[in-house]
C-alpha cells in the first residue's frame, strides 16, 4: 500500500489535505529507484569545477563514470567538456588504483598543463577504499622541485549522496584547500549551486546594480556559455581564480544561494569569523528581497533606485499576467532548494503548487514547506525522497496545468497532456538550457513571461481571452439551446 503521499505537516491553517490513499489503491510497490529526480554525487562537483579557471576534473574510476558526466554535460550544455578518468577495470578493482591515478596525474599535469586538479572518487574507488589524498601525496614527493598544478581530493561516492552534496563538497574542499587568512577584502563570497550559467549572471548583473564586490563560488557564466571557438579541446579560460579562492576568508560574509550547499559558508564562519548565510535561493518577489537586504544588511548600504524599479517591474508583470495564472496547479520535482523556491514563485503568481517532488530526504526542506504552508495557506503534496515514477502515479489521479521540472519528466507530461517547463538538469530534448534564467527581479521577469505565455498556448484561445474548455462547453450550450 503505497501511504507516504501525504505530507505531514503540523500546521493547522492548512486549507486542503490530501490522502491520496483511497484514489491510488495498491499500486506496483517498486524495490528500487525508477526514472529519479537526482543525479550522482561527482557529477555535482565536476559542475563546481565547470566554474573555476583553468581546472581539470579527475574521476578516479571506471571509464563509464566519466563518459556519462561527459555525455549528460555535453548534451546539455552543448560545449565541449573536459573530464579526465583514472579508467579503472577489473585488474585495479582488486590491486586498488594507485598506478592509474599516479599515472592520470602525470599525463594531465604534463600535456594539460591546468592550475589544478580535482581528483573525485566515484563509487568504485570509495568501496575499494582508496586513499586519494595519500596517493596525491606520494606523487608530489615523487617529483619534488617539478613546478605540479594543485591537487585537490574530493570524496564523492554516489551512494552517499546526490550532485547537490557533490557540489557542496566541491567548494568546501576549494575553500579549505586555497583560503588564505590574510588582509580583509570588501567582498561577498557568494556559493551559486547547481544553476544555469544565465542565473550566475543574473546574480553578477544584481551584484553590479548593487555596487557590490564578490567572489563567485563559482562562475560558470562564461564557461558555459561560450562563443564558438577552434580551440574546443582547452581548459576553461573563464572562471573564479584561484587568487580569488584564496581570498575567501577575507570577505565579509558568505551567501550561499542554496541551503542544501552552505558547508564552505560555515567553514569559513568556523575558521574566520567570516558571516554565512544561508538562502533561500533569490526567485521571485519574497526571495530576492531576502537576498538583497542581506547583501545590503553586509555591506552597510540602502537599495539603489535601479534595483529597486527591477522589483518593481516584477511586480507589474506577476500583477499582468495574474489573471491568466490564478489557481492554475503546478507540480514541480527537482533539487529541494530549487522545488520550494519555485513553489513560492509560482504562489506569488497566483498559482497553486500542488505537487512537489525531491529525490532526497531533508528535514531543510521539510521547515521550507511548512513556511511556505504557512505563508500561502495551502497543503502540496509533498514527495521527498522520491523519484518520477511517484511523481507519475499521484499525477496520474491529482490533475495539475503544469510542469516544471527538467527533462526526465517530458514522458509524464506527454502521457499526461501536461505542458512542461523545463527547468534544472539535465535538459537534453532542447537548446538553450544554459541560457534559462529564473534568478533575482530581472531572472523572475523572465520567468513570468514563459510560464504565462505557456499557459496562455495550452489553456487560451487564439485571442488570448477565454479559456478554451469553457468556450467549448458555452458552444454546447447554445447547441442544446438551439
Ligand atoms: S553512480 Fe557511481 S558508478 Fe555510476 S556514474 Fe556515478 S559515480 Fe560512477
Partial sequence: MYNKLEYSSNNSNSQCSHNFNEKLGDYDKKFAVVNPTRMCQPMGAIQAMMGVKNAMPLIHGSQGCATY?????????????????????????????????????????????????????????????????????????ANIGIDLPEMVPISTPSYAGSHVEGYDKAILSLVEHFGIFSVPNSKINLIMGDLSPANVMEIKNLMNDLGCESIILTDTSKNLDAPLDEETLELHKYGTTMEELKDTPNSKATIALSKH??????????????????GPL?????????????????????????VERDRGRLKDVLVDAHAYNYRKK?????????????????????????????????PRFKEDVNELVND???????????????????????????????????????KENIPLFRIGFPIFDRIGSQRISFLGYNGGIKFVDAITNMI???????????????????DLVDEELS
Avoid: W
Fill in 282 to 306: 533569490p526567485v521571485g518577489i519574497k526571495n530576492t528581497d531576502e537576498f538583497v537586504n542581506n547583501i545590503c544588511n553586509v555591506m552597510g548600504i540602502d537599495v539603489p533606485d535601479s
Fill in 69 to 141: 558526466m561527459r555525455f549528460q554535460l555535453i548534451r546539455h550544455f552543448r560545449e565541449p567538456i573536459e573530464v579526465a578518468s583514472t579508467s579503472l577495470s577489473e585488474k585495479t578493482v582488486i590491486y586498488g588504483g594507485e598506478p592509474n591515478l599516479l599515472k592520470a596525474l602525470k599525463n594531465i599535469s604534463e600535456k594539460q598543463n591546468p592550475s589544478m586538479i580535482c581528483v573525485m572518487s566515484s563509487c568504485l574507488t570509495d568501496t575499494i577504499g582508496d586513499d586519494i589524498a595519500g596517493i596525491i601525496e606520494k606523487f608530489q614527493d
Fill in 330 to 362: 503546478v507540480a514541480i520535482y527537482g533539487d529541494p532548494d530549487v522545488v520550494i523556491a519555485m513553489a513560492r514563485m509560482v504562489s506569488e503568481m497566483g498559482m497553486l503548487p500542488e505537487v512537489l517532488c525531491v529525490g532526497v530526504e531533508s
Fill in 376 to 414: 500561502i495557506n495551502y497543503q502540496p503534496v509533498v514527495l521527498e525522497n522520491k523519484d518520477l515514477y511517484d511523481l507519475e502515479q499521484v499525477l496520474s489521479v491529482n490533475k495539475v496545468d503544469l510542469l516544471i521540472g527538467n527533462a526526465y519528466g517530458a514522458s509524464i507530461a506527454k
Fill in 456 to 474: 496562455l498556448d495550452n489553456y487560451y484561445d487564439a485571442e488570448g481571452y477565454k479559456i478554451v474548455e469553457e468556450e467549448f462547453s458555452l
Fill in 261 to 278: 550547499v552552505d558547508s564552505a559558508g560555515k567553514y569559513l564562519e568556523c575558521n574566520f569569523n567570516v558571516k554565512s548565510i544561508s
